[in-house]
């Protein structure tokens, strides 16, 4: 049964497909997808946007706020009105950088307060370069993994994401 509704996938939606699936599973599964359909509108998300940093390539925020748990959006070397910044890894690191810290300060947060990082480069020689920028910001030193990857947004070299805490006022 469950092959066969996977096999007609392409005819139905996803969410249909689930549903389907877990109410010819059993409770749980059910219960399962009941949940995670109520938690994706749920009150408590917050949308974080500011002038200060750049504007988001694509129709995403540059920030979530849920709960005290900040998820900032990747970062790319552009300025606030979006026009990227030219120059050297280390150049546009800090722009990624100065991109972050706006968005963390926005959201009521700071760079000491950030838990996990991404880096992603698109050619693992600019690591030193990079590095050589982003440990004079992160100070802290969060948790953090950099991966080389073929191509990134605008075709730029650098992207800095990240996960922060947000205090209680």
Known sequence: M???????????????LVSSVA??????????????????TMAGITRIK???????????SQAILNGQTLYVSGQIPAN???ELVNGTIAEQTEQC???VAAILEEAGS??????????FL??????????????????GRPAR???????LPKGVPVEIECIAYVPTA
């Open 122 to 139: 698109d050619d693992m020689a600019n690591f030193a370069e990079m590095n050589s920028v982003y440990e004079k910001w992160f100070t």
């Open 50 to 60: 500011t002038d200060k940093a750049a504007p988001p390539a694509g129709p995403y």
């Open 2 to 16: 469950l092959a066969q509704s996977l096999r007609s996938a392409t005819r139905r939606n996803i969410p249909t």
């Open 145 to 151: 993994s950099c991966v080389a990857v073929k191509t």
């Open 110 to 119: 700071h760079l000491d307060r950030v838990l996990k990082v991404n880096v």
């Open 97 to 99: 950088c100065t991109n």
């Open 80 to 82: 606030s009105k979006g």
């Open 23 to 40: 109410r010819r599973s059993s409770p749980r599964v059910a219960s399962a997808v009941t949940f995670s359909q109520q938690s994706r």
